[in-house]
C-alpha cells in the first residue's frame, strides 16, 4: 500500500505561483507512472500533468500548457508542480496521484491506484 501526501496549496492572487509537492510513503516514483490532478466545485476531477514511462515527455493538459511544470525527484520519493501566471480558473482541489502499471489511459482517474488526499489551491482575482 502506498500513501501520498500532498502539499504546498494556498491562496495565491491571480498572476502568482506555487510550488505543490506529493511525497511517497513506500517505492520511489522512478517504479511509478505519476500525475496531477484537480477537482473545482461541482465539477469532475480532471487531468492537469503526468509523466509516465512511456513517453520521453511529461503530458500536460493544454489548460495549463506553457504555465504549469511537472517534476519527479526519485531520490527523494517526491513529485511537484510548479504553477506560474496562476488565473482564477485554476481554483481547485488538487490531487497526485500514483501506478505501479505501464500504459493505459494517462489522463484517465480509472489509470491510477493511489491518491493523495488533495490540498487546496485558491487563486483571487
Known amino acids: 500500500q502506498e500513501t501520498l501526501v500532498e502539499s504546498g496549496g494556498g491562496l495565491v492572487q491571480a498572476g502568482g505561483s506555487l510550488r505543490l509537492s506529493c511525497v511517497g510513503s513506500r517505492r520511489a516514483f522512478g517504479v511509478y507512472d505519476v500525475a496531477w490532478f484537480r477537482q473545482a466545485p461541482g465539477k469532475e476531477r480532471e487531468f492537469v500533468a503526468a509523466?509516465?514511462?512511456?513517453?520521453?515527455?511529461?503530458d500536460i493538459a493544454d489548460s495549463v500548457k506553457g504555465r504549469f511544470t511537472i517534476s519527479k525527484d526519485s531520490a527523494k520519493n517526491t513529485i511537484y508542480l510548479q504553477m506560474d501566471s496562476l488565473k482564477p480558473e485554476d481554483t481547485a482541489v488538487y490531487y497526485c496521484?500514483?501506478?505501479?502499471?505501464?500504459?493505459?489511459?494517462?489522463?484517465?482517474?480509472?489509470?491510477?491506484?493511489?491518491w493523495g488526499q488533495g490540498t487546496q489551491v485558491t487563486v483571487s482575482s
Open positions: 496521484a500514483a501506478d505501479l502499471s505501464r500504459g493505459g489511459l494517462i489522463r484517465s482517474t480509472n489509470k491510477y491506484t493511489y
Open positions: 509523466i509516465t514511462r512511456v513517453r520521453a515527455s511529461p
